[in-house]
């Protein structure tokens, strides 16, 4: 029974381990995020008819 118990918190702790830790990127590991290709803002306006 001590077994079993002991069992499912090895792999509880395991699973939590994993899924919580992330890869960083292989190319650019030292950034926070990965850069967004820039883009123009665009405003879309529309005239009221008054």
């Known amino acids: 029974m001590f077994e079993k118990?002991?069992?499912a918190v090895?792999?509880?702790f395991?699973?939590?381990l994993f899924?919580?830790?992330r890869?960083?990127?292989q190319h650019n590991s030292s950034?926070?995020?990965s850069p967004q290709p820039e883009q123009s803002a665009?405003?879309?306006v529309t005239k009221s008819k008054n």
Do not use: C, M
Request: no cysteine; charged share 5%.
């Open 19 to 21: 899924f919580q830790v």
């Open 31 to 33: 950034a926070a995020f």
């Open 5 to 7: 118990l002991l069992l």
């Open 10 to 12: 090895t792999i509880t």
């Open 42 to 44: 665009t405003i879309l």
């Open 23 to 25: 890869v960083p990127e």
């Open 14 to 16: 395991s699973l939590n």
